[in-house]
């Protein structure tokens, strides 16, 4: 369950995330205005950007995954300025995360996870994802949809769900 | 798992929300404007404000833990305009969500979860958690705490996480 909790729900809303930035784009063609504007939007002065939005949730996914599964997460140095190179990050971070498998999370949920600014304490693997990755994914991917939305790109939930699995 | 990743945590999620409207209310008060300002903003025009943004936060722990676990929820009628009134609204669906164990959880993830606007359509109880369940509630809570600070209420992610269950 850990498995399908983070790495193929995560490939998911960062495409929904990708698309919704489609519609940004979209918006700013019809209104004839820079895509830039919103891409350096934010809610209130003292919070990140979009692009850094989109950025963090990228990094969230990537780094739940390499820290779970052991395996090496590509670097980033969130150098992206313009759209096309921010769909770029998110490409490149789906593409990591469809190298993980569910056997590659096989001790993950005991695992110690730790990151430098806890300062030598650690979660389990289960609680990180529980109280930690997950969280923060929907927090930047929903403060991203709410950037673009608070500038009248019209996006709605099921843009941010994406299509749910359903069966007859 | 599936207990884990919802009835506590969300439990721990509308606990943060609580605190985060407090946050609100103090600077309403520091500042002496009504706090029903903030209750009534929202960062769209088409989109539900805050209070509505904690209704359906609450809704979605509750009609979640409901369904999961066959036990009946309370009702809420959406009446709340006041902030003691949606206090109560989160109190409420905390001590509702308290009375569900793991134990009532034993069936949920193979159960089949439907909702009149799915036509008869279904999901499982694992697939309606992760991606139904869990997305809407982190949407809700972030946005509510995102049209907070879009009004200047001084919040932060450590607000929106909470207490992580770290160990040395």
Redesign the interface.
């Known amino acids: 369950?850990?498995f399908?909790?983070t790495v193929p729900?995560f490939i998911?809303?960062l495409h929904n995330l990708d698309l919704i930035l489609d519609k940004g784009a979209q918006l700013a063609t019809e209104k004839k205005f820079e895509v830039d504007v919103l891409l350096n939007s934010r809610?209130?002065p003292n919070?990140f950007n979009l692009i850094k939005q989109v950025q963090i949730a990228c990094d969230t996914a990537k780094l739940c995954a390499a820290r779970l599964s052991g395996k090496e997460a590509p670097t980033h140095n969130d150098s992206e300025k313009t759209l096309p190179e921010l769909k770029t990050r998110i490409a490149e971070t789906i593409s990591f995360l469809k190298t993980i498998t569910a056997a590659d999370f096989k001790d993950a949920?005991t695992k110690h996870i730790s990151q430098p600014r806890?300062e030598?304490?650690?979660?389990?693997g289960?609680?990180y994802v529980?109280?930690?990755a997950?969280?923060?994914i929907?927090?930047h991917v929903?403060?991203a949809y709410?950037i673009l939305?608070?500038n009248?790109v019209e996006v709605g939930?099921k843009d941010?769900?994406g299509e749910?699995?359903?069966?007859?």
């Open positions: 369950m850990l399908d909790m729900q998911k809303m809610l209130t919070q949920a806890w030598g304490k650690y979660l389990t289960e609680e529980i109280h930690h997950v969280p923060n929907y927090f929903t403060t709410s939305r608070h009248g939930k941010y769900l749910l699995p359903f069966k007859k």
